[in-house]
């Protein structure tokens, strides 16, 4: 079974940084992509950034600019660099991903099907 753990959640001023990390096991099946999610208590689940197996991200308009993803294939661990933070950003961030038996069922819509705990920024402007 794949396990997701996040890491590096904290409480900051706005303006500063962060780093969030997602250490995923070592698994022999295929990922199909990774993502970081968000959300704060009462609102919707919100997609922050995602990557691909080949490095290809996206971002949210909100973060654009501010959050770069990136990711270490060799040693299974997701980042989140979260700079310029603001009030906007407090939630608590799930890494999310997708593994499957062959590759080839990867599709180009991700369903991820782990999920970490979750870990929480909060930002005091």
């Known amino acids: 079974q794949v396990r997701l753990e996040e890491s590096g959640g904290g409480s900051v001023q706005a303006g500063e940084s962060l780093k969030l990390s997602c250490a995923a096991s070592?698994?022999?099946?295929?990922?199909?992509?990774m993502a970081w999610y968000r959300q704060s208590p009462g609102k919707e689940r919100e997609l922050v950034s995602t990557?691909?197996?080949?490095?290809?991200?996206t971002y949210a308009d909100s973060v654009k600019g501010r959050f770069t993803i990136s990711q270490d294939n060799a040693n299974n661990v997701m980042y989140l660099q979260m700079n310029s933070l603001q009030s906007e950003d407090t939630a608590v961030y799930y890494c999310?991903?997708?593994?499957?038996?062959?590759?080839?069922?990867?599709?180009?819509?991700?369903?991820?099907?782990?999920w970490g705990q979750g870990t929480q920024v909060t930002v005091s402007s």
């Open positions: 070592p698994w022999a099946l295929s990922s199909c992509g």
């Open positions: 999310a991903a997708q593994y499957v038996i062959a590759a080839s069922m990867c599709t180009q819509k991700v369903d991820y099907n782990f």
């Open positions: 990557i691909s197996p080949d490095g290809t991200t």
